[in-house]
């Protein structure tokens, strides 16, 4: 027969679609029926056609499955083609959804854009600097080694000490100490002074980073008499030489308070820029031949010790080796180690990066937390928001799928958008994490650790894409479980009534529950955190900042004796105190906020002779500092000019002192020793009670002062802070200061003037910083909070709009609808705004070390956010239901 | 472009095939056998399983595609017929072949010179 007219026989199977096998079988069963057909046609038997037939076909086994084979290959083909058609079907439906509702697109992608940012933000900020190591080779292995008070975060360490961890350890394979020096060189016309980091042998060797340009130190140059030699920051080689490799060689003349004498480098070396431990230059410690006493050496901890641990050996290993060595040391030198001071201490070891993150470690996973809750209310939000157009589209899904497409391609559609939706939300976010990492650079406090390391790194781009899909698929959770659970059929009939069964609205409400107490939950942080702010903020000083500047004036290595150093402070103050437009002025090592630097045994009238003599804080100062500070004299006097060597032994104590010394007795009048080192302790008389100040700082608890005067008794240091108490605008302060400085000794680099708003600012940064960022946090989760009952509200009150019509037509009062159409509401809000108090109350003692002045469990706090929320939600609530009642009745009677 | 010298015979029944199913589609395999047999003038006659193979592969390139058909005496059967891939691919094949068919003709035609 023709080609052309067989096919007409057969009619059209609507999608058969049998398994692999069975198509080819049936296919070539057709062929071979056929043959044998026309075999038996052709007069053979039936047997002998299908032998004929099997001939033919050969080996029949092999082909067969050669052929199912490809079949089944191009089944599966087919199969992925149709899903990923689907697919694409869905994204541009998703995109056309989308865009025909421009408002619900754009609150959701905002929404989730806020929410992603913080998290992203936050992400960077833990990544760069909890997480990220230090830049230096195998930094997993650099240890910081120090004194450790029951068993805390290890400081410095005493230059003996140091040395006897370099002869004994085993545990370390390198180990140097590093201190700070001030060095007044001369550049250009000026006197400047430059921050030198007097380092030991094995400094590179610890840290693994050769220098840039030209040579580390070497072991010639740490001997006594060796020509001094000093290696460049790459800041300061940038700086100041302009990165002229020609810096080499080139020699430095420094003078300063660290020096003996005039002392002339030669440069020879620059170091790599990433190697910034905040230094303008590193100079080779000599530690034979040092110039300091024995027993200065023994009680001033100075030198901070950096080691890399050997191989092999872990972190407990080294900190057991390290307690073994202190041990030692204390039984040789039990002079040095005995008494109230050394009680807890011994020597530890941490992680540098441990060591370098520790003080913002807590804080950051608190900051961390705040940001994935808003995170987390972002979405539920979203969810909220989404769930609701779902609903609304119940009719319309209802069509679609009358017409064929089953319940599980609307549910793969509904999450498809949703997945669009945070794809756009996330990158919205990302976007707005870049001005976020950029803000928090900006803003953060200076003693931020690692903060200008700060940044968006890929690790963090990648969590963000799997956010993206996280609260994709989360977001969109919620209605997919209703379009399951309800399905679609059955809905066609439904009037506008479609949609608002009890169980949905019971989901919504729910997620607005749970937006609710997360939002108290954050409100609550904030509020603790702001309070702690505000008491950091109203801390009685116990002096008088305003008006008053401080300034920093460090002397050359010429002042090397005590009386120099007291001549020239003396002077200075006095100088500037006799200043037009300056009222008054004074001089001390150690300012409140600028550290204690001297803390000495303090003997008093009526100490029990068995008892050890407590250690105080105690400052050499000029004449007349109090009234510079602004310090009020409560009792008896201040310190005066007359106060010096020759005449009567004197001291002041402040009030947290004398009620320590003398509890039940009036302070003025008795006598006190002040015993450091071997140092002469003569009787002194206490001739006035002054007012308690901070010592270090604003957090701690005062600390009992006592005051001397510093021409009676005096230690030397390299420099001393200028207190001046003046209403001249700082500019003109500043010159009438320089020139002051410049007329007793040119040689001395022009000091700066901080008014002392500065370091107090400075103190109050970190805390306003975490209270600010936290409550940006919270007002955004309560404002999504409130806009999600808001919409929940408006919702359900459409529902009920016929039900208010009707009761306004029977005369019932506004104040009565109102309550109740949103008393359901304003139940829910209050369940919300409960748990999340409940929650906050078991948690907030995590925060407890960020906070001052404040329990974790401050009533006042908790009931303030109650107030705020339960207002906020009440008035979201009430708005809808009070439009609902303005409809004239005729309208809401219809309305249905 | 020059043709290789031995034939490809892959390619030659997939030609042949397509050829008979644009012509006469959609048809089932069988009737593609009986058409390429009686048009040779018996001189082709395709192996069964080479057949179908052939076609599988060619509905798999997507040269051909198939539906399922059921005869009055309820044998259900497979008809291919030419996609407009396949069209173009047949196209571009006689090209090839026709090409080829010159050439040999040319380097066997008695005479022409060989050219030094």
């Known amino acids: ?896 | 472009m020059s043709s290789s010298v031995a034939s490809n015979l892959y390619g030659d029944l997939d030609l042949l095939v397509l050829h008979m199913v644009e012509r006469g589609g959609p048809v089932h395999g069988l009737d593609v056998m009986d058409a390429i047999e009686t048009r040779s003038g018996g001189e082709i006659s395709v192996e069964d399983g080479a057949l179908y193979r052939c076609l599988h592969r060619l509905e798999g390139r997507g040269l051909l595609s198939a539906e399922w058909r059921m005869s009055d005496k309820r044998r259900r059967a497979k008809f291919y017929a030419i996609t407009s891939a396949g069209k173009k691919e047949l196209a571009r094949t006689r090209r090839k072949w026709e090409k080829h068919i010159k050439a040999v003709g040319m380097v066997l035609a008695p005479s022409g010179e060989m050219k030094k």
């Open chain 1, 1 to 896: 027969m023709t080609l052309r007219s067989s096919w007409k026989r057969y009619f059209r199977i609507q999608a058969w679609r049998g398994s692999a096998e069975k198509e080819v079988d049936t296919e070539l069963q057709f062929h071979i029926q056929e043959l044998v057909d026309r075999y038996v046609d052709q007069g053979m038997s039936e047997t002998e056609a299908r032998r004929r037939v099997e001939d033919r076909f050969g080996e029949y086994g092999p082909m067969r499955e050669e052929l199912v084979r490809s079949q089944e290959r191009r089944t599966r083909r087919r199969r992925h083609q149709g899903i990923a058609d689907d697919l694409r079907l869905d994204f541009r439906l998703s995109l056309r959804t989308l865009v025909r509702r421009p408002r619900f697109s754009v609150l959701a992608i905002l929404t989730l854009g806020l929410g992603v940012g913080a998290c992203v933000t936050l992400s960077s900020v833990v990544n760069s600097v909890l997480l990220k190591p230090l830049p230096f080779p195998e930094s997993n292995r650099l240890m910081h080694v120090g004194t450790t008070r029951g068993g805390g975060l290890p400081g410095r360490l005493t230059m003996p000490e140091f040395l006897a961890i370099r002869q004994q350890t085993h545990t370390l394979e390198y180990v140097a100490a590093y201190h700070t020096v001030s060095l007044i060189v001369q550049l250009d016309q000026q006197p400047d002074q430059l921050v030198a980091g007097e380092v030991t042998e094995d400094f590179f060797r610890v840290f693994g980073i050769p220098p840039l340009l030209g040579r580390a130190f070497e072991e010639e140059d740490f001997r006594q008499g060796a020509s001094p030699v000093a290696i460049l920051s790459h800041r300061v080689w940038i700086q100041q030489w302009g990165g002229d490799e020609g810096a080499l060689g080139r020699r430095v003349v420094a003078h300063g308070p660290d020096l003996e004498e005039v002392v002339t480098y030669t440069i020879v070396g620059v170091m790599a820029p990433d190697f910034d431990l905040g230094f303008d230059l590193l100079v080779p410690q000599q530690i034979t031949g040092t110039i300091w006493a024995e027993e200065f050496m023994f009680t001033n901890w100075t030198h901070s010790v950096v080691g890399r641990m050997a191989d092999g050996r872990d972190e407990a290993q080294v900190g057991a080796e390290m307690n073994a060595i202190a041990g030692r040391l204390a039984s040789e030198y039990p002079q040095y180690y005995s008494g109230s001071l050394h009680q807890d201490r011994s020597i530890g070891a941490m992680l540098l990066l441990d060591k370098t993150v520790h003080s913002a470690r807590a804080s950051t996973w608190l900051l961390f937390g705040a940001a994935a809750l808003l995170l987390v209310i972002a979405v539920v939000n979203v969810s909220g928001l989404y769930l609701a157009r779902v609903l609304d589209q119940r009719h319309e899904l209802a069509v679609r799928g009358a017409l064929g497409a089953g319940t599980g391609r609307l549910a793969r559609q509904t999450l498809t958008e949703s997945l669009v939706l945070s794809v756009l939300g996330t990158s919205v976010g990302v976007i707005l994490a870049f001005a976020g990492v950029r803000t928090f650079r900006v803003l953060g406090p200076a003693n931020f650790p690692r903060l200008d390391t700060i940044s968006i790194g890929l690790g963090v781009l990648g969590f963000s894409a799997a956010l993206a899909l996280a609260t994709g698929v989360l977001a969109g959770a919620a209605p997919v479980a209703i379009l399951g659970k309800q399905g679609c059929g059955g809905t066609l009939n439904g009037g506008s009534r479609v949609g608002r069964s009890k169980g949905t609205g019971r989901l919504r409400s729910g997620l607005v529950g749970v937006q609710i107490s997360l939002a108290a939950y954050l409100l609550v942080g904030s509020g603790l955190l702001v309070r702690s702010f505000w008491n950091l903020h109203e801390t009685e000083l116990g002096f008088t900042p305003e008006n008053l500047s401080v300034s920093t004036v460090t002397l050359p290595g010429s002042y090397d004796t005590v009386e120099e150093y007291v001549r020239f402070f003396t002077n200075a103050s006095r100088r500037l105190a006799e200043t037009q437009g300056v009222d008054a002025a004074s001089w001390v090592p150690d300012p409140p906020l600028y550290g204690g630097w001297w803390y000495p045994e303090i003997v008093f009238d009526g100490m029990p002779p068995d008892q050890n003599p407590p250690y105080m804080n105690t400052h050499t100062v000029g004449p007349e500092y109090f009234a510079s500070m602004g310090i009020p004299v409560l009792r008896g006097r201040g310190i005066t000019p007359r106060d010096r060597a020759g005449t009567g032994l004197v001291a002041v104590v402040d009030e947290v002192a004398a009620a320590w010394l003398w509890p039940s007795d009036e302070a003025v009048g008795k006598r006190i020793r002040v015993v450091s080192g071997q140092e002469p302790s003569p009787w002194l008389t206490v001739v006035g009670v002054v007012a308690g100040t901070p010592g270090a700082s604003l957090t701690r608890d005062p600390a009992p002062q006592v005051y001397v005067p510093a021409q009676q008794r005096a230690q030397r240091y390299g420099q001393a802070r200028l207190v001046v108490r003046s209403d001249l605008p700082p500019t003109a302060l500043v010159e009438r200061l320089q020139s002051v400085i410049r007329a007793l000794d040119p040689s001395i680099p022009p000091p700066t003037l901080f008014p002392y708003s500065t370091p107090l600012a400075a103190h109050l940064r970190t805390p306003r910083f975490y209270a600010l960022l936290i409550g940006a946090f919270s007002i955004m989760a309560v404002t999504l909070a409130a806009v999600g009952a808001y919409s929940q509200v408006a919702y359900l009150v459409m529902g009920k709009t016929r039900e208010i019509g009707i009761r306004k037509a029977l005369g019932a009062g506004v104040w009565r609808i109102l309550a109740s159409v949103s008393r359901d509401s304003i139940t829910l809000a209050m369940a919300g705004l409960l748990a999340g108090l409940v929650l906050a109350a078991g948690t907030s003692r995590v925060m407890e070390s960020l906070l001052f002045g404040i329990e974790p469990l401050d009533l006042i706090t908790f009931l303030a956010v109650g107030f705020v929320i339960l207002a906020t939600i009440t008035l979201a609530c009430i708005f809808p239901a009070f439009r609902a009642t303005r409809i004239p009745s005729v309208e809401a009677l219809r309305s249905d």
